[in-house]
Nanobody, 123 residues
Framework: QVQLVESGGGLVQAGGSLRLSCAAS????????VGWFRQAPGKGREFLAA????????YYGASVKGRFTISRDNARYTAYLQMSNLKPEDTAVYFC????????????????WGQGTQVTVSS
């Protein structure tokens, strides 16, 4: 079992940056992959990025590739999403999830989720 808590969201102007954190507990951090998704009101949960558990391979959604960077710090039991050049359409609740299998692009892959953190980008 894994517990995840997101933090770092807030209100930023377009073009700004934020770093989201996903703090994990419950089992060894290196035993699973971490993914980031977001969900805007009335929309489905969109894949953003994932980082593998057995290596440092990363995966990105087309809408954020080149602007967002995922990383993890196993010693701190924390994964991060560094977001740059934010746009108003990035406004959403951002979630991290823990996965124990491949196909990181799909929500069904993830066994555990955090509660989400709100990111609002103003123009």
């Amino acid at each position: 079992q894994v517990q995840l808590v997101e933090s770092g969201g807030g209100l930023v102007q377009a073009g700004g940056s934020l770093r989201l954190s996903c703090a994990a507990s419950g089992r060894a951090f290196s035993d699973y992959a971490v993914g980031w998704f977001r969900q805007a009101p009335g929309k489905g949960r969109e894949f953003l990025a994932a980082i593998n558990w057995s290596n440092d391979n990363t995966y990105y959604g087309a809408s954020v590739k080149g602007r967002f960077t995922i990383s993890r710090d196993n010693a701190r039991y924390t994964a991060y999403l560094q977001m740059s050049n934010l746009k108003p359409e990035d406004t959403a609740v951002y979630f991290c999830g823990a996965a124990y299998k491949d196909n990181f692009y799909y929500t069904s892959t993830y066994a555990y989720w955090g509660q989400g953190t709100q990111v609002t980008v103003s123009s």
